[in-house]
């Protein structure tokens, strides 16, 4: 096991203030000031770790979509599957959604993929992955990979992205509870993408 120096966590206890201190404030509202006062160091030592404040979002952001991807695993042969582990994943950590939603928000000019761009690598595996699912005969060919990710995603992400119709299903919902809009995601994206009948 690696000898952590005081250097190592200083750096860690900044990246730890940082993902807190996006989540609630966005990149614009954030200050350098608070997260080197949550991380008991100074702005000068946040600036010599990260160039900016962007790049310290970057750097949060890159390890956060990191992450989702291992906590999740889309399987394109089971995307109803995978919708659920989305949906536990934002519905069990609505800042970590939050974080990432202030950068699809606030970042207009998203880098594009020659950039060091964690977002764009991740999506860029996924579509592979759901290509192969398709030449292999696992998924309807008749879609494109790119409207498969955005629509099982956003399905996914209805309830956490919209907190007026949580608040709603709470009052109103024929069923309140999470478990029931966890079934909705599923069966959504399950009738949207069933699974190809076997030969």
Not at 44 to 57: D, G, N, P, Q, T
Not at 105 to 117: H, I, K, Q, R, V
Request: charge should be neutral.
């Amino acid at each position: 096991m690696t000898d952590r120096g005081p250097a190592d966590s200083t750096r860690d206890r900044i990246v730890t203030a940082a993902k807190a201190e996006f989540s609630r404030h966005g990149i614009a509202g954030a200050r350098v000031d608070r997260i080197a006062k949550e991380a008991r160091t100074s702005k000068e030592r946040v600036y010599a770790y990260f160039r900016s404040k962007e790049a310290l979002y970057a750097f949060v952001a890159g390890q956060e979509l990191t992450a989702m991807a291992e906590a999740t695993r889309m399987d394109p042969t089971d995307l109803p599957g995978y919708a659920g582990r989305l949906f536990d994943y934002f519905d069990g950590h609505p800042e970590r959604y939050r974080l990432l939603a202030w950068g699809r928000l606030e970042l207009s000019e998203a880098p594009g993929p020659d950039a060091e761009n964690p977002t764009w690598a991740a999506m860029a595996r996924k579509l592979e992955q759901l290509r192969e699912a398709q030449r292999d005969g696992h998924l309807d060919p008749a879609w494109d990979p790119v409207d498969i990710l955005a629509l099982v995603s956003q399905i996914a992400m209805s309830s956490v992205g919209q907190p007026e119709v949580a608040q709603m299903s709470a009052r109103q919902a024929r069923d309140p509870g999470t478990e029931a809009r966890r079934a909705a995601v599923v069966k959504a994206v399950r009738l949207l993408f069933p699974p190809a009948p076997t030969p």
